[in-house]
């Protein structure tokens, strides 16, 4: 079963709006992260939120964490042309031992100028 | 402070060559992760190693593909015999110590095989 789905698949807003993107899990995690992945670059990780953490800041990104719905959100407020990229939540396997990391089929952002 | 290296950044095979993916991770860092990723879609666990062991290696196809991070050197991830399905983004990661959570990745190594 595939872990950390994000939705929507795809958002186009106008510069200076906010975006928000979901994404569900299913399984126990220890943490889930969020990274950036720009059009044929690597991923840039953006934030790392713990089980035990309900939402986290840094900069212009908000990210809130619900455990019992199993799922997680990532706020972009005022948003920028530069933040147009590909946004995955990645979720670690919850169990001793291994350390992979699960990726979504991540949300794609337009920001338009 | 640089980054993860990964080389070569591209890199095109015929069917049947193999293809050799270098990983040096961050300064540091002795925990090493491999995921592929296929076009619009998001990456995929593959291997995760630590200095000259084989930690889960629960993603990596059964056959053609082997993986290492030697003592002394970048980590290699090989693919025999390469086929058409292989043509993929393939990327390193790398973490300080368990469990950190965070993966700093590299650029990755797209493969082409023609």
């Known amino acids: 079963s595939q872990q950390g789905e994000e939705d929507p698949q795809a958002l186009s807003i106008q510069e200076g709006e906010n975006a928000t993107m979901n994404c569900s899990y299913k399984t126990s995690i220890n943490n889930l992260q969020w990274y950036r992945q720009n059009s044929g670059r690597g991923l840039v990780h953006l934030i790392l939120i713990r089980s035990n953490e309900r939402e986290k800041h840094s900069g212009r990104l908000r990210v809130t964490l619900d455990t019992s719905k199993k799922s997680s959100s990532l706020l972009i407020t005022a948003s920028r042309a530069a933040d147009t990229a590909s946004y995955f939540c990645a979720t670690d396997a919850g169990s001793s031992g291994s350390e992979k990391l699960v990726f979504g089929k991540g949300t794609k952002l337009t920001v338009n100028p | 402070n640089a980054g993860v290296m990964q080389n070569p950044r591209h890199l095109v095979r015929r069917r049947g060559q193999e293809a050799r993916l270098r990983c040096s991770p961050m300064k540091g860092h002795s925990h090493v992760y491999w995921y592929r990723q296929l076009p619009e879609e998001g990456l995929k666990f593959m291997v995760y190693l630590q200095k000259e062991n084989i930690i889960d290696e629960s993603g990596m196809p059964k056959e053609r593909f082997s993986a290492e991070f030697p003592k002394e050197g970048p980590s290699i991830l090989r693919i025999q015999q390469v086929v058409r399905g292989d043509s993929a983004a393939y990327f390193c990661?790398?973490?300080?110590?368990?469990?950190?959570?965070?993966?700093?990745f590299g650029p990755g190594t797209r493969l082409t095989v023609l």
């Open positions: 990661a790398s973490s300080r110590t368990r469990p950190s959570g965070e993966q700093f």
